[in-house]
């Protein structure tokens, strides 16, 4: 039992200014630290946006627990135990979660008119206790852990957490409302389509040819797009001296790092994050976990974490195990102006969030996102690493380089990309029922006025070098994509006013292109046949001039596709990929596999997450 005398929190705060000792005086007179350590604690916190202990605790002079003592002293608050007691939930009820995450504060008990909040900052207690005047009670501080108070909340607000990180993007914008009644309508038309098809063979391959040539144009008008946009419109001018120093003080930055059944990888993950160069005190690196992952929990609990990762545990509820669900749930706890995402594989450029802060430092305020490029560490795996390698490059270093140029609709790839917070809270995070958030969350912010850069920085990732497991990964990105322009398109006039015309285009050009592309690759294949003088179906629906026109454009998406490839590979890093390049047309059929398993899950489990397994190659050719 805790015994608490009535008198000493009648009046309770932290004390002035002018009468407290400084929090480095207070652990100097405790041994716990060296007066130069302190002088460069000050000087590091003249230009890190962080608190004098928190630094102390990056630098590894002190632990958490000696700062929260040194508190104590200097500001005559008790250090409370919130595991020791659980106050009336009456309490909790004061406020909503909300306002305790937001402050990070929670009541720890009442004594008589008194209710005591545990706070890790009592420097912004003024702010909390004037919140919370007119409750019917004084509000008193006490000392906890920034740790044990997130924890006491999770806790606490278990499931009403778990139920707003399901729901936090409004419904209009979610695909959360699909039920097996709400898909009868497109079964029975689609049934119906295939129906008419089979009665008359000849129209139903003449409108899947049209089709194909449709998706064919849209997709290759938006690749050659973004590639005359990456060779011929500049990037924004360097900077001018003083402006490659901003910000003056630093921003914390907080790093999701979703994990799920990560067995192979923790190690490596923890080894990768060790390299960042960002000031530690800085940084807040949250390893997001299923609540039932054993396998991860049992892993991570052998690796000995730095102080400035942190665990957040995420809790079951209707069954639900996504990614963007699980991010939803994390976001409530981050504490950095800038937000980032890791994947598990993921192993980013040591300097990545300096780079990222001083673009934000520099980019107009309409700029809330920056997408970083994706490489991959293990394109000597086989062919197919080589390929995948070829793929991803000719995306993130020239196509996705010359849409945000144009400041056409930038779909997000899923890691490496970083968000002012607040601009993130106000579009509401993920949907946590979308396979493809990334990409979802790049058309919401498009719709609200928002724009995306990409920033020079590079993150390797394990390229999918497997055929199923490649095929597996690929169906749930094609699935995310049919999600994802099903739910914007809900009312496409609303869409393209929140777009504009150019924006609304390159949105259909993505979406329909890359779906189309791989679920019309057979009829697309004709044309090949054609190419080499085979007999083929087309003769008999097509004229001969048409005949040859088509072929020439399906030609001439081939040359834009190697065009973009040998841009890339010219890089002298990556010219091994050069004799590869021409063997890309072998890469991609597995994907019309993938987009019929795609089009398969969309129709009876559309919120399944098909996880990618990592850990299946090292990172030993890691480019630096």
Not at 142 to 164: C, G, H, K, N
């Amino acid at each position: 039992m805790v015994q608490l005398n009535l008198q000493q929190f009648a009046h309770a705060a932290p004390a002035s200014a002018q009468d407290r000792k400084p929090l480095g005086a207070c652990l100097i007179d405790r041994g716990l630290i060296s007066r130069a350590q302190l002088d460069e604690a000050l000087f590091l916190q003249s230009w890190q946006k962080a608190p004098l202990g928190e630094i102390l605790v990056a630098e590894g002079w002190v632990g958490r627990s000696d700062v929260l003592t040194a508190l104590s002293d200097q500001s005559g608050l008790q250090i409370a135990d919130l595991d020791s007691s659980t106050p009336p939930q009456d309490l909790y009820n004061l406020k909503p979660v909300e306002f305790w995450l937001a402050h990070n504060v929670i009541p720890w008990m009442r004594l008589g008119p008194i209710v005591l909040v545990a706070t890790a900052r009592p420097d912004l207690f003024p702010a909390v206790r004037a919140e919370m005047e007119g409750n019917g009670y004084a509000v008193a501080p006490v000392l906890a852990s920034s740790d044990q108070i997130d924890s006491t909340i999770a806790r606490v607000f278990s499931r009403p957490l778990a139920e707003a990180a399901e729901t936090r993007v409004t419904p209009d914008h979610s695909c959360r409302s699909w039920t097996k009644r709400s898909h009868a309508g497109p079964k029975i038309a689609l049934i119906a389509l295939v129906g008419v098809f089979a009665a008359v063979p000849m129209t139903g391959f003449t409108v899947l040819i049209a089709a194909a040539v449709t998706t064919l144009v849209l997709f290759m008008t938006l690749r050659l797009a973004g590639l005359l946009g990456h060779v011929w419109k500049p990037p924004a001018p360097a900077p001018d001296s003083a402006a490659v120093h901003a910000p003056h003080v630093l921003p914390g930055v907080s790093i999701l790092v979703p994990l799920y059944k990560e067995r192979e990888i923790a190690d490596a993950l923890i080894d990768r994050l060790r390299r960042l160069t960002y000031p530690k005190a800085l940084l807040d690196v949250i390893l997001v976990l299923e609540e039932s992952d054993d396998v991860t929990r049992s892993t991570l609990a052998s690796v000995d974490l730095p102080s400035w990762i942190r665990m957040v545990e995420v809790p079951e509820l209707n069954g639900l195990t996504t990614k963007p669900r699980a991010m939803n749930y994390a976001l409530d706890f981050c504490r950095g102006e800038i937000l980032g995402v890791w994947d598990a594989e993921d192993a980013p450029q040591p300097d990545q969030i300096e780079r990222v802060a001083r673009h934000f430092a520099q980019a107009d305020e309409d700029v809330v996102c920056l997408q970083g490029v994706l490489d991959y560490y293990n394109p000597r795996t086989n062919w197919r690493s080589r390929c995948f390698t070829i793929e991803y490059n000719s995306w993130f270093r020239v196509i996705l380089q010359g849409i945000a140029r144009l400041g056409l609709v930038v779909p997000l790839g899923g890691t490496t990309f970083f968000f002012r917070r607040d601009k993130l809270l106000e579009l509401g995070g993920w949907d946590a029922h979308n396979v493809t958030e990334d990409a979802d969350l790049g058309v919401c912010l498009s719709r609200a006025g928002y724009r995306t850069e990409m920033v020079d920085t590079t993150t390797f990732e394990e390229a999918n070098f497997r055929a199923w497991p490649w095929v597996r990964q690929r169906s749930r990105w094609l699935k995310g994509f049919m999600v994802t322009y099903l739910v914007h398109m809900r009312a496409p006039l609303r869409l393209l006013k929140d777009l504009g015309l150019l924006r609304f285009l390159g949105f259909q050009a993505f979406f329909l292109g890359t779906v189309g592309q791989f679920l019309l690759a057979p009829v697309l294949w004709l044309f090949w046949m054609k190419a080499f003088g085979l007999p083929s179906v087309l003769d008999v629906i097509i004229p001969y001039n048409m005949l040859t026109g088509l072929i020439l454009l399906f030609l001439a998406a081939e040359v834009t596709n190697v065009a973009a490839a040998l841009v890339v590979v010219s890089a002298p890093e990556r010219r091994f990929l050069l004799p590869w390049v021409l063997t890309m047309p072998l890469y991609f059929p597995l994907g019309v596999l993938a987009a019929y398993k795609a089009l398969w899950e969309l129709a009876t489990n559309p919120f399944f997450w098909d996880k990618t397994q990592h850990g299946q190659a090292s990172d030993e050719g890691l480019v630096p």
